[in-house]
Nanobody, 117 residues
Framework: QVQLVESGGGLVQPGGSLRLSCAAS????????MGWYRQAPGKQRDLVATITSGASTNYADSVKGRFTISRNNAENTVYLQMNSLKPEDTAVYYC???????????WGQGTQVTVSS
């Protein structure tokens, strides 16, 4: 069993920055991809970014050049650095880990990010 604890959400003005963190407890080794998804009110949950244990990354087009995902394998932690935030980035952000072979997936509880002046 894997538990995910997210932190770092909050209220920020347009153009500002936030850094999200997600710590995984349990057994996360090299065959687990880690990532972030987000869900705005009334919308589906969408991919933001993912990163493999080998540091291969994937980003949604809407965040490329503004967000950076990183990972500390030794501490089973994934980060999302969000810069140049826009009001349309407002959403609940969810941490995700997925076994790349069997597909087992775990989700965090979500952290609210609000971009508003």
């Amino acid at each position: 069993q894997v538990q995910l604890v997210e932190s770092g959400g909050g209220l920020v003005q347009p153009g500002g920055s936030l850094r999200l963190s997600c710590a995984a407890s349990g057994s996360i080794f090299s065959r687990w991809s880690m990532g972030w998804y987000r869900q705005a009110p009334g919308k589906q949950r969408d991919l933001v970014a993912t990163i493999t244990s080998g540091a291969s990354t994937n980003y949604a087009d809407s965040v490329k050049g503004r967000f950076t995902i990183s990972r500390n394998n030794a501490e089973n932690t994934v980060y999302l650095q969000m810069n140049s935030l826009k009001p349309e980035d407002t959403a609940v952000y969810y941490c995700n880990v997925r076994h790349v072979i069997v597909g087992t997936t775990y989700w965090g509880q979500g952290t609210q990010v609000t971009v508003s002046s």
